[in-house]
């Protein structure tokens, strides 16, 4: 963007951060999956930092291609701290469908990337749609219902996304810690059952033995994984069956391998989720 616009490189700000962005249907319902018939989205963020009169851009991709048409630059007016939305349309008071697709939002301050995240729009899984039902400054709640599950994340990870019609994702700012949700359909009953199999699924290796947990009064069967995708990550995570949808669920805590151990994302992952 500074490029784009003054064609000299970016200045640093290490003082802007933006957290919690976040996107919304027209009723205000936060999710990241849109029906084929959305004529607008609303991205809501916290930030600190920010100067007036700063120039603000968000950058709108459909399928890798910058739609211009949905491109927003405005001239920064509301504070040095906050929480605002923008609305993500083909034009103020427009009637028109955004286009179906994978969508991703970059969003620059004074030619500075401060943030990014995505959504999808038309996608056909809308018995899938993950919903973000409470977020209170420090965490947002997502609600999958299909699987019994709710997961609670700090406000400066990206939205969870739905990836497949098997396998959710999120993960905090700096993509180093991951939260992996796996579904298998027509699973067996038994929670370390439904572990191997979704390690033989997708093609990860087992870690040792695993043991009987009890998070939040279910129990679930513990274990730890690691696999090599040209990086080695290594996790920690659970299984458990869930009776309603017939479908087990294998939620884990990701990290590389050269970096740090899973186990403290897996203690924090404990706390995060609840049935």
Do not use: C
Request: hydrophobic share 40%; glycine share 8%; charged share 20%.
């Amino acid at each position: 963007v500074a490029l784009e616009y003054t064609s000299l490189p970016p200045v640093p700000l290490p003082d802007v951060a933006v957290s919690g962005l976040t996107f919304a249907d027209s009723a205000g319902n936060t999710t990241n999956v849109f029906p084929a018939d959305t004529v607008e989205v609303q991205a809501t963020f916290n930030y600190s930092g920010f100067e007036n009169e700063q120039l603000f851009v968000g950058k709108i991709y459909v399928d890798d291609d910058e739609d211009l048409s949905l491109r927003i630059v405005d001239e920064w007016s509301q504070g040095s701290a906050g929480t605002t939305q923008y609305a993500i349309s083909v034009g103020e008071g427009s009637s028109l469908l955004l286009l179906d697709g994978d969508y991703i939002l970059d969003l620059f301050l004074g030619w500075q990337l401060v943030a990014t995240a995505n959504f999808t729009v038309g996608s056909d899984d809308t018995a899938d749609v993950v919903t973000a039902s409470d977020t209170d400054g420090e965490t947002v709640t997502y609600e999958l219902p299909e699987i019994g599950l709710s997961l609670s994340t700090p406000v400066d990870w990206f939205a969870l996304e739905q990836a497949d019609s098997d396998l959710y994702f999120t993960s905090d700012p700096t993509d180093t810690e991951y939260i992996y949700i796996y579904l298998l359909e027509d699973a067996p009953t038994d929670p370390q059952g439904i572990a191997l199999e979704i390690l033989d699924v997708f093609a990860m290796d087992s870690t040792g033995d695993g043991i009987t947990l009890t998070v939040d009064e279910r129990d679930v069967y513990a274990f730890g994984l690691t696999y090599n995708d040209g990086e080695v990550w290594n996790g920690r995570a659970f299984a458990y069956y869930d009776g309603a949808s017939g479908t087990g669920v294998v939620v884990s805590a990701e990290v590389p391998a050269v970096e740090r151990d899973p186990d403290t994302l897996f203690e924090s992952l404990l706390t995060w989720v609840s049935f």
